[in-house]
């Protein structure tokens, strides 16, 4: 647990980071959620890697940004914001 942590959480903190800033700057809702979209590029990000054993570049995080990460945090609903994985 704690190797996955080390690998994992800097780059989680820093895309956190940015997409509170954005949401600082008013190109995201308020209610937007940041932890999930976090959950969501590193689950896609490692099994791309570690299970497809396919090339993390340019082209393939472009789509994954565009395709994936920008309609889920512009279209956030706030009533399904206050829901967390401890149900």
Do not use: Y
Request: charged residues 20%; contains cysteine; hydrophobic residues 45%.
């Amino acid at each position: 647990e704690a190797g996955k942590a080390g690998v994992f959480e800097p780059w989680t903190a820093a895309n956190r980071t940015l997409m509170k800033r954005a949401v600082e700057r008013g190109e995201f809702p308020l209610h937007a959620d940041i932890e999930m979209a976090c959950l969501v590029l590193v689950s896609m990000v490692s099994f791309r890697g570690l299970i497809q054993n396919k090339p993390l570049g340019k082209p393939f995080f472009a789509k994954l940004i565009d395709s994936v990460l920008l309609p889920v945090l512009k279209n956030a609903q706030p009533s399904l914001s206050h829901i967390s994985d401890q149900a």
